[in-house]
């Protein structure tokens, strides 16, 4: 498996797209790039996003590098099942079948508490239940393809995370990291038990996950905000240690489109701790492996937004 990767793979690499379609949430940063370069592959793409404005200027950069490549935006809030479940409508109403999910928006660290429409905290509510219910959603369009993927967003803050099952909103007590972490690593253990209940129940599906290493995108001044430690720390050692958020894609961009990458796999930059570089495999906590609470945390998820699989 990772004697196949490619060690320097880019951008440059991806393979055609053509006749694929991919869904990507977010409409700036990684998700931004990512849409980009799957445009430029030939991919019919839908970049799905809360704010219209962002969307579209979005769109229109994109059709201008890519010379007027196969790209739209739809309204989509994470924060809101209701809006979750109408672009789910609306897709199945457009399409026949889905190629690539990839689920990459995100928020991190709000200094202060936030809840989504339906009352979970900010951080788990968009992170990870979002993406949990646009997948069940969108799971009857994947279904309908040949090898599709779903590409989930986890990040190296996984690391420190632990499913508090007690307190899973942060009611009790409210650590804007310890949110976020918490979140990153529902992700990726959502990512890996897709994967297993997709080998058991015979989906088809190849389930990654990927994270984009410290890349300069709009995550920390758009949570935490830009005169927060973390965001005067990017703003200072930007250069040294966050790499462009095009670099920051390429985990994601393997994990969706090359033909070596696996399902159960998670892929991450190769360099500094995971930090920036090439796509390599990437390290997956201890706790991310526990597949009692992965399958606990599935049931759960199903129950607080009211989707099956």
């Not at 990767?5 to 006749?19: E, V």
């Not at 200027?57 to 739209?72: C, D, F, P, V």
């Not at 803050?157 to 690593?185: C, T, W």
Request: net charge positive; charged share 20%; glycine share 10%.
């Amino acid at each position: 498996m990772a004697e196949n990767m490619k060690r320097d793979w880019t951008a440059a690499d991806i393979p055609s797209q053509k006749g694929r379609s991919v869904v990507i949430t977010g409409t700036g940063g990684i998700g931004y790039e990512t849409a980009l370069e799957m445009t430029r592959a030939g991919a019919e793409v839908i970049i799905a996003g809360r704010n219209k404005g962002k969307g579209e200027e979005a769109i229109r950069q994109i059709k201008e590098l890519t010379s007027g490549g196969n790209i739209r935006f739809e309204k989509l809030d994470l924060a809101d099942l209701a809006s979750i479940k109408a672009f789910g409508e609306r897709i199945k109403a457009q399409h026949k079948s889905l190629d690539i999910l990839i689920n990459n928006a995100a928020v991190m660290n709000p200094p202060q508490r936030k809840v989504t429409k339906d009352g979970f905290e900010l951080q788990i509510g968009t992170n990870y239940l979002g993406h949990f219910a646009l997948t069940a959603h969108l799971f009857p369009l994947l279904q309908k393809c040949n090898k599709p993927r779903v590409v989930t967003m986890s990040s190296i803050a996984h690391r420190q995370g632990i499913i508090n099952f007690a307190d899973l909103q942060s009611e009790v007590n409210y650590k804007p990291m310890v949110a976020y972490s918490q979140s990153k690593l529902a992700c990726l253990m959502f990512a890996l038990e897709l994967q297993r209940r997709s080998d058991a129940a015979g989906w088809g599906i190849s389930s990654m996950a990927a994270h984009p290493g410290i890349s300069r995108t709009e995550l920390i001044p758009n949570g935490a905000g830009k005169n927060s430690p973390a965001g005067i720390a990017r703003r200072l050692f930007g250069p040294i240690f966050f790499q462009p958020a095009a670099h920051g894609a390429w985990p994601s961009l393997y994990a969706a489109t090359a033909k070596e990458a696996t399902g159960g796999i998670y892929y991450g930059p190769s360099r500094m701790n995971e930090m920036r570089g090439y796509p390599a495999l990437a390290q997956i906590a201890p706790q991310a492996k526990d597949i009692e609470v992965a399958s606990k945390l599935w049931e759960e998820s199903e129950r607080l937004t009211n989707v099956k699989f």
